[in-house]
């Protein structure tokens, strides 16, 4: 058995320090003062069954993949493909307890699955007609000649005919623009896909 290259004590001196402290009831901080070394080094080996150093090499190889491995991992990411290395990771740990995220993550490079896989996009509807289809516009103009300051063209778009009713005001307060909008309904067609498209005065 090799010890550790930095072991403060050597085999036979741990099995003496567990022996005298647990028989020969020797405190710990005299125990220290005999083999010299320090307290938590002799508290360390009086707890531990064993004598020997514990092992550094991992308790699982986390770099091996198996075959079922990496079909378990393919399978489940073709089932939730919105799933990335960790959550596969720990949803497989009960199948496979060195499920790693490394490991996951190699398996879906190799397999091009690194990207979900992409959404089809749904064909484009139009917006259906409505009382909602008009469009308020305010364009801003000079006064006229010999005048101060700016006029407010305010339309009113219908546009399923594309017709507009305008009107020009000294201002664009929201009464104004709400009374614009008043009368253009009143004169554009009616906003539903049946019935006129033009208004009656119009025809």
Same mark, same amino acid.
């Given at each position: 058995?090799?010890?550790?290259?930095?072991?403060? $004590?050597?085999?036979?001196?741990?099995?003496?320090?567990?022996? $005298?402290?647990?028989?020969?009831?020797?405190?710990?901080?005299?125990?220290?003062?005999?083999?010299?070394?320090?307290?938590?080094?002799?508290?360390?080996?009086?707890?531990?069954?064993?004598?020997?150093?514990?092992?550094?090499?991992?308790?699982?190889?986390?770099?091996?993949?198996?075959?079922?491995?990496?079909?378990?991992?393919?399978?489940?990411?073709?089932?939730?493909?919105?799933?990335?290395?960790?959550?596969?990771?720990?949803?497989?740990?009960?199948?496979? #307890?060195?499920?790693?995220?490394?490991?996951?993550?190699?398996? $879906?490079?190799?397999?091009? $699955?690194?990207?979900?896989?992409?959404?089809?996009?749904?064909?484009?509807?139009?917006? #259906?007609?409505?009382?909602?289809?008009?469009?308020?516009?305010?364009?801003?103009?000079?006064?006229?000649?010999?005048?101060?300051?700016?006029?407010?063209?305010?339309?009113?778009?219908?546009?399923?005919?594309?017709?507009?009713?305008?009107?020009?005001?000294?201002?664009?307060?929201?009464?104004?623009?709400?009374?614009?909008?008043?009368?253009?309904?009143?004169?554009?067609?009616?906003?539903?896909?049946?019935?006129?498209?033009?208004?009656?005065?119009?025809?």
């Amino acid at each position: 058995m090799r010890l550790h290259r930095q072991a403060a $004590l050597t085999l036979k001196q741990r099995q003496q320090v567990k022996k $005298l402290h647990t028989e020969d009831k020797v405190s710990i901080r005299k125990l220290a003062q005999r083999f010299g070394v320090n307290p938590t080094t002799i508290q360390r080996w009086i707890k531990r069954e064993s004598p020997l150093d514990k092992s550094t090499t991992p308790l699982t190889n986390r770099s091996v993949i198996t075959a079922n491995y990496r079909d378990a991992v393919v399978q489940y990411r073709r089932e939730n493909p919105t799933h990335g290395p960790i959550r596969i990771a720990q949803e497989l740990k009960t199948t496979f #307890p060195w499920a790693h995220r490394g490991t996951v993550l190699k398996i $879906l490079q190799e397999e091009s $699955l690194t990207r979900p896989s992409k959404k089809e996009r749904k064909p484009r509807e139009g917006i #259906p007609v409505g009382r909602h289809r008009i469009q308020m516009d305010i364009q801003q103009l000079p006064a006229v000649e010999g005048g101060k300051g700016f006029e407010y063209k305010i339309s009113a778009i219908h546009l399923r005919t594309r017709l507009k009713y305008s009107e020009i005001h000294s201002d664009r307060k929201s009464s104004t623009v709400a009374g614009v909008l008043k009368r253009a309904l009143d004169l554009l067609p009616p906003f539903s896909s049946s019935g006129q498209t033009m208004p009656s005065s119009l025809q």
